[in-house]
């Protein structure tokens, strides 16, 4: 699927303002998180093994969510019922989160993303992406949870490549900090600012 056919995936596009930060504070997060130019060649090396296994991590990763329902009432009515359109929508972004993870340069229009997406999870735009009918927050705590989740399960799909120990300890690593980075930037509409 291109990324034209991804409901509500907007990376590059002209209505998502710009990031709240500049070059210099982002800089800055990503030395906080040790994240450096080798993370982005290891991560590029990660793409290339994830990418014919998005759907069976997925499934992982929505398996998981399914399992505990404190976390699928965030796609849910708030009654108990699952919006199943809204999950399958959000599950074709998931897929390309995970390929721009890897493959999209950490440039103005990626860092101006993760703050829609921040967004997306925040009662400021949630469900509009979608016009979903879903519950209209996501509380914070659970999006910073799910940091370890979306990290430890990664390693088996890195390791089913044909690289060496070392190779997809390092790709581990570099997802671990982007993963980390992106959180801390998805959490900016959560505090107030002179807080972030």
């Known amino acids: 699927m291109s990324t034209d056919e991804i409901p509500g995936y907007a990376l590059g596009d002209e209505s998502i303002p710009e990031a709240p930060i500049d070059e210099e504070a982002f800089d800055r997060l990503k030395q906080s998180v040790m994240f450096t130019e080798e993370d ?8 290339d093994v994830l990418e014919d296994q998005t759907d069976e991590i997925l499934d992982l990763w929505y398996g ?4 505990h329902d404190f976390l699928l009432y965030y796609f849910t009515d708030g009654e ?3 919006d199943e359109e809204y999950l399958d929508r959000v599950r074709a972004r998931f ?4 390929l721009d993870t890897c493959d999209t340069p950490y440039d103005d229009e990626w860092l101006a993303y993760q703050f829609e997406i921040g967004r997306r999870h925040h009662r400021s735009k949630k469900n509009e992406a ?14 910073v949870g799910f940091i370890y989740p979306i990290t430890a399960t990664i390693r088996e799909f890195l390791e089913n490549g044909d690289h060496t120990d070392e190779d997809v300890q390092k790709m581990y690593h570099a997802w671990f900090k982007s993963v980390v980075l992106q959180v801390a930037l998805w959490s900016y509409p959560y ?3 002179d807080d972030w």
């Open 95 to 98: 897929e390309q989160w995970i």
């Open 191 to 193: 505090v107030d600012e």
């Open 40 to 47: 982005e060649e290891y991560l590029r090396m990660a793409g």
């Open 130 to 143: 979608d016009d979903a009918d879903a519950v209209s927050h996501i509380h914070l705590r659970y999006v």
């Open 80 to 82: 108990g019922n699952p």
């Open 64 to 67: 998981f969510v399914g399992d």
